[in-house]
């Protein structure tokens, strides 16, 4: 009785032989369940053949068998077997390297999502001709998913980089464009507001934001050129005067604003000087209320920028109704000079 086996590490087919007065009931059953993944010691005698599994015939000289075709049978098995482990010992070392490639890569790339398609592709064709068993095919899947895994991350922390980036460009080109639109009710900024607008269009334009969202920062640029061409066709008494009125209004609804910041930051003060118990100085607080201090002071400075906006627009009106009256006094005495 002969007991065969394959031995992969080595690429050696061994044969252990067993005389046919020693095979019994018991060996036969032991052996039996050995060939169906039992473990089984094999006996050390001399009847023990290493054949190099690559050999024209894995059979010594000096045996013979009855059924030569079950030999053959599992001969073209483990040279199919052999094979394939070759085979995906490459394959292993190409996806191990890709891998690596894959996790030192700081940012997504569609290069590497492709390379690890065809990775996959390539290795399920593999399983499909038979050259890769099941089982190395699904450990090659598993770090296929492993890569995928990796790639699908780097692609949403990519975007999430790309929306922040995006954001703090929208808010800085939006911030400009509402810089201008504040500035078109002083007519001496009106020059440097078409400047500006034409410097911010070509910011725009280079900006690495999606073109709908330029879309929105354009249209709201030919907002501003809308009004800033009303507010020159417009220049005239009358529309100083409304000027004037809408100067006034904003006033009073910022010193209504700055009152209830003040009301609030030393309503803050008081809770504070509570909490604190008296213990903490004004400079302490400066940290905590600097927040309302700003505003408080932003909106001094703008109250304090519109009085004097008011008071020469005011001059400008008063000007303007001296010229036309002095204008119609030479008129008058003209006539009466006729």
Not at 9 to 24: G, L, N, R, T, Y
Request: glycine share 2%.
């Amino acid at each position: 009785m002969l007991a065969i086996y394959l031995n992969e590490d080595d690429k050696q087919v061994v044969i252990h032989a067993f005389p046919k007065e020693q095979v019994d009931k018991t060996l036969q059953d032991q052996l039996f369940a050995w060939k169906n993944g039992a473990p089984f010691d094999f006996p050390e005698n001399e009847l023990i053949w290493h054949v190099d599994a690559n050999s024209e015939s894995i059979l010594p000289r000096e045996i013979r068998v009855d059924k030569p075709e079950f030999i053959q049978r599992a001969q073209n098995s483990w040279s199919k077997l052999l094979m394939s482990t070759r085979l995906f010992k490459v394959c292993k070392e190409e996806v191990v390297l890709h891998k690596t490639l894959v996790e030192s890569t700081r940012e997504y790339s569609e290069d590497l999502w492709k390379k690890t398609q065809d990775l996959w592709k390539k290795y399920s064709g593999y399983l499909k001709e038979h050259e890769l068993t099941w089982e190395q095919t699904e450990l090659l899947k598993a770090e296929i998913n492993e890569i995928f895994d990796i790639l699908k991350a780097k692609k949403r922390l990519s975007a999430e980089k790309e929306k922040e980036e995006s954001h703090k460009v929208l808010s800085t080109l939006d911030k400009k464009i509402e810089e201008l639109k504040a500035n078109l009710i002083y007519p001496e900024e009106w020059p440097k507001i078409h400047e500006g607008l034409r410097t911010v269009q070509a910011d725009i334009k280079a900006a690495p934001i999606r073109w709908e969202q330029k879309k929105k920062l354009f249209d709201r640029i030919n907002e501003v050129y809308d009004a800033l061409r009303s507010y020159k066709k417009t220049q005239d008494v009358t529309h100083l005067k409304d000027r004037i009125d809408k100067l006034k209004k904003i006033l009073h609804g910022i010193e209504q604003t700055i009152e209830k910041d003040r009301e609030s930051l030393s309503s803050q003060q008081e809770k504070l000087a509570h909490y604190t118990r008296g213990k903490s100085t004004n400079t302490d607080w400066g940290g905590l209320l600097k927040v309302i201090e700003n505003r408080i002071q932003e909106k001094e400075a703008k109250i304090a920028d519109i009085k004097k906006t008011i008071e020469q627009l005011t001059k400008k009106v008063a000007a303007s109704k001296k010229n036309k009256e002095e204008n119609n006094s030479e008129e008058v005495v003209n006539q009466e000079t006729n």
